[in-house]
């Protein structure tokens, strides 16, 4: 009875071998494993692209904050402070005067400003023609 027993249980071992049980619980492993590698890798492809997006960002944001404090380090200077007190508030030194131009609300031309040229008549002349009275007219005439 052991022998039939054990002919039993080679039959039995050896029908599960040969039946497509076998076949299919390996070929479902074996594709679920391959969609578990398959999403492993796309989320690790996603992560590599985030972190390099990201780094970019840190490039950019540096390069940015680098002209920044360049832009920071140019508003404390003391000549950006004295030309914009002149600018915006008016501010003059000794001896300056401050000249304001009204715009025109009308026209879209820009103001143009001309130097004011000196005068080149010599200083004793100036005092001649102030006592005397000696208008333009008579000078350029003479001339």
Known sequence: MKQKQRKHRATRYERFQESN???VVGVV???GLLVVLGRELLRRHDIREQLSSIQDEITMLESRNTELEGLIGYLE???FQER???VKLGLQEEGESVIIIP???QSDAPIVVQPVTEDETPTAQ???EYFFRVS???RTNDE
């Open 21 to 23: 049980v076998v076949l």
């Open 29 to 31: 492993l074996l594709v």
């Open 77 to 79: 200077t003391p000549s």
């Open 84 to 86: 914009e007190a002149r």
């Open 103 to 105: 715009r025109n609300e």
């Open 126 to 128: 100036k005092w001649w």
């Open 136 to 138: 333009d007219t008579n």
